[in-house]
């Protein structure tokens, strides 16, 4: 079943070949990022994001926005695995060097999405709020 056309698109806009729904988009991201503790929806270079504690761990990367690419900070470890496990969702494009994934929101599965959210929030958290995070998860 498809979904509604793209806004301002007329009725012949599910005939353009090029048109693919993503899979997930910014609601989607503000929906997960909010549900953590202490997360703030926020900017950063005039894109949406969102921070906890004055931090970014999820936030639409301001080159690629328009392409639906959403950043997030991995672990340095995991972050080769992260891009070796799915190279066509995860790239680093001008990330090369930092902690960082982008994650193409057309292909991301909601799961993969919480799961890469999850551990970015994780990561920046202070650590009163993990501790109470995964006490709570328990």
Do not use: C, N
């Not at 698109?9 to 997930?24: E, I, Q, S, T």
């Not at 972050?79 to 494009?93: C, S, V, Y």
């Not at 890469?116 to 006490?135: H, M, Q």
Request: cysteine-free.
């Amino acid at each position: 079943m498809r979904g509604p056309a793209p806004i301002g698109a007329g009725p012949r806009a599910w005939l353009h070949r090029d048109y693919r729904p993503r899979v997930a988009d910014w609601e989607t991201v503000r929906e997960i990022s909010g549900s953590f503790p202490g997360a703030e929806e926020s900017t950063t270079y005039g894109k949406p994001a969102f921070k906890v504690a004055g931090k970014l761990f999820a936030w639409l990367s301001p080159d690629r926005a328009a392409e639906g690419a959403l950043a997030v900070r991995v672990d340095p470890d995991e972050k080769e695995h992260i891009l070796a496990a799915d190279p066509a969702t995860f790239q680093t494009a001008h990330y090369e060097g930092h902690p960082i994934v982008l994650i193409d929101l057309d292909r991301v599965t909601r799961r993969r999405l919480e799961e890469r959210i999850e551990d970015s929030w994780l990561l920046r958290a202070p650590k009163r709020l993990v501790d109470a995070y995964v006490t709570e998860r328990g």
